[in-house]
């Protein structure tokens, strides 16, 4: 990290035996270096989905070989929005997938092992990342098993308080926000753990940071919001909060395919399950209120490629809510048990354990119900 707001950056990426692998770069930054062991590599413009990028293709020569990259490239960060979701400055420095600052493989579902040095975080700055986070002056380094890119904040003025594997980090601790964090926080662990087993990725780690854009995001064990965001009373974010920690089981689907609703709609059907044991049948029946008028402007889940927030958020909970009353709720929790050992990337996989638990009529009529307009 730079003072004038700049990434410079020398990544070395260790590749599995692959004829090709393509990754995608922000395309604000100059690659001065691109090169591999054992393979060719070229670096191009990306057109949609990914315009605005950049795609660097390995081809590997001996694809039975692990091929290292090396990659060597600067500048500025990319637009992530108005107001920008990613941003480097001299009280908070936010980065993620967002902006596209370090490669990615083409996707978005390849999960990595890294260990990242960042120099340039502003010794007082807090910094918090999935994983293990050590610092040394104005150096952090972060070890992560098991993720799909490099995420971290640097604060400054964060405060801990934690509780039963829960850990929140916030500006205003005593805040409106932070104590509902704090207590659906704590309260959504318990009951997803009791479904799952134990999350992925302990401790948890919410980080609420002071940026004007109201946008979340979570990985394993590691969840980002903004003061920004209105707390709406009590539902809606024990449901956001609930929704965030279980994507630590429902695992990053290719967001580009109809496979999605795999990874949302499952995690806000099981959110909105929380709310149904925490806050009681009135809460959730508001907000199954509110997901029913939206769903109405939805299309299938399954058959048309990338999905919309009315089916992603809306129809999709609610098909899984009619299928709960169609084959009763303990089979449904078995298959969603089952599944997030071996979280799904296709709703083939979804499928395959519901007609294991619950029969071969139940998995035809909910493929149907995908399907439907």
């Known amino acids: 990290?730079?003072?004038?707001?700049?990434v410079a950056a020398n990544v070395t990426?260790?590749?599995?035996?692959?004829?090709?692998?393509?990754?995608?770069?922000?395309?604000?930054?100059?690659?001065?270096?691109?090169?591999?062991?054992?393979?060719?590599?070229?670096?191009?413009?990306t057109d949609k989905p990914w315009k605005g990028l950049q795609r660097i293709t390995v081809?590997?020569?001996r694809p039975l070989r692990r091929v290292k990259l090396q990659i060597r490239y600067a500048g500025p960060l990319g637009s992530t929005g108005t107001p920008p979701l990613n941003t480097i400055s001299k009280d908070l420095v936010e980065l993620n997938l967002d902006g596209m600052w370090v490669p990615v493989v083409e996707g978005f579902t390849t999960r990595f092992t890294l260990d990242a040095t960042i120099d340039g975080i502003p010794r007082e700055l807090i910094a918090l990342a999935?994983?293990?986070?050590?610092?040394?002056?104005?150096?952090?380094?972060?070890?992560?098993?098991?993720?799909i890119d490099v995420a971290f904040v640097a604060s400054r003025g964060l405060h801990q308080m934690s509780a039963d594997g829960f850990e929140l980090y916030s500006l205003d601790p005593q805040s409106e926000l932070s104590q509902l964090y704090v207590q659906h926080g704590t309260g959504a662990l318990t009951f997803l753990e009791s479904w799952f087993g134990r999350m992925p990725g302990r401790p948890v780690r919410v980080v609420v940071v002071r940026r004007p854009r109201e946008s979340g995001y979570a990985r394993r064990g590691y969840v980002v919001v903004s003061e920004a965001r209105r707390s709406g009373g009590d539902a809606p974010m024990a449901k956001f909060i609930a929704h965030e920690f279980a994507h630590a089981w429902w695992a990053p689907v290719d967001p580009n395919t109809e496979h999605r609703w795999l990874q949302e709609s499952i995690a806000e059907y099981v959110a909105l399950r929380y709310i149904d044991s925490a806050l009681g049948k009135a809460a959730l029946e508001q907000l199954l209120t509110l997901k029913r008028e939206i769903a109405k402007n939805a299309t299938s889940i399954l058959g048309r490629g990338a999905r919309t927030d009315a089916e992603l958020y809306n129809k999709g909970p609610l098909l899984l809510f009619d299928l709960e009353e169609k084959i009763g709720r303990e089979k449904l929790d078995q298959v969603l048990r089952e599944l997030a050992q071996n979280p799904p990337s296709e709703t083939s996989q979804f499928l395959d354990v519901l007609r294991q638990v619950a029969g071969e009529d139940a998995a035809r009529m909910f493929e149907a119900t995908l399907r439907a307009e």
Do not use: C, H, K, W
């Not at 393509?22 to 413009?45: C, E, H, M, Y």
């Open 59 to 61: 081809r590997s020569r």
């Open 130 to 147: 999935p994983g293990r986070v050590t610092r040394s002056g104005r150096r952090i380094v972060i070890d992560r098993d098991d993720d």
């Open 1 to 6: 990290m730079r003072n004038d707001g700049t």
């Open 13 to 45: 990426i260790t590749l599995p035996p692959a004829a090709e692998t393509n990754f995608l770069l922000g395309g604000t930054f100059r690659i001065t270096q691109a090169s591999a062991s054992g393979a060719s590599v070229t670096v191009a413009p």
